[in-house]
T-cell receptor, first 114, second 114 residues
Framework: DQQVKQNSPSLSVQEGRISILNCDYTNSMFDYFLWYKKYPAEGPTFLISISSIKDKNEDGRFTVFLNKSAKHLSLHIVPSQPGDSAVYFCAASSFMDSNYQLIWGAGTKLIIKP | DSGVTQTPKHLITATGQRVTLRCSPRSGDLSVYWYQQSLDQGLQFLIQYYNGEERAKGNILERFSAQQFPDLHSELNLSSLELGDSALYFC?????????????FGNGTRLTVT
């Protein structure tokens, strides 16, 4: 039972354009969402997060949008740069069994074409 | 550099053997997590410790065990190894272990079971 789904295994975008990475979730109890970026041979790196009480959070070229009614969040990168080529993971958190549980999507590989 | 150190980087061993993976968290972080990533799949949460105590358990097999020591470093022990245990094992740390405390990942230990 995948509670967090990233339905696109890969995405190819032209340099300078907008990259939009999507993530869907099923559990309405999730209260915090995070995006991580991963380069080959390295561990994931935290990128940006959003609380469920907000619908948008922006940090430089990165913006995360949350649509709670649709149980959908998206990460926008604009403009896309070659260094953005990586695997992007969406993760969602909820408080269960006296602890925060973090559930991860399978990742989307973003390729920025020059 | 995330500040999280994992050793060794690579490990090749035979089926039936036992190995120990080591993790030193980022300075000041009290919580340590272990994740498994198999063949370009998503991150599977194994176990979390906070200040020496087990806090949460994920999909960790009974053949696997972990602990966090008083100096906050952690070890993941994998025994009776099977071919299917070949994977990247990541350690991550965070300050509080709560949802709004992003994880900082090491670069992983690649385990190959032959």
């Amino acid at each position: 039972d995948q509670q967090v789904k990233q339905n696109s295994p890969s995405l190819s975008v032209q340099e300078g354009r907008i990259s939009i990475l999507n993530c869907d979730y099923t559990n309405s109890m999730f209260d915090y969402f995070l995006w991580y970026k991963k380069y080959p041979a390295e561990g994931p790196t935290f990128l940006i997060s959003i609380s469920s009480i907000k619908d948008k959070n922006e940090d430089g070229r990165f913006t995360v949008f949350l649509n709670k009614s649709a149980k959908h969040l998206s990460l926008h990168i604009v403009p896309s740069q070659p260094g953005d080529s990586a695997v992007y993971f969406c993760a969602a958190s909820s408080f269960m069994d006296s602890n925060y549980q973090l559930i991860w999507g399978a990742g989307t590989k973003l390729i920025i074409k020059p | 550099d995330s500040g999280v150190t994992q050793t060794p980087k690579h490990l090749i061993t035979a089926t039936g053997q036992r190995v120990t993976l080591r993790c030193s968290p980022r300075s000041g972080d009290l919580s340590v997590y272990w994740y498994q990533q198999s063949l370009d799949q998503g991150l599977q949460f194994l176990i979390q410790y906070y200040n020496g105590e087990e806090r949460a358990k994920g999909n960790i097999l009974e053949r696997f065990s972990a602990q966090q020591f008083p100096d906050l470093h952690s070890e993941l022990n994998l025994s009776s190894l099977e071919l299917g245990d070949s994977a990247l094992y990541f350690c991550a740390s965070s300050v509080t272990g709560e949802a709004n405390s992003p994880l900082h990942f090491g670069n992983g230990t690649r385990l190959t079971v032959t």
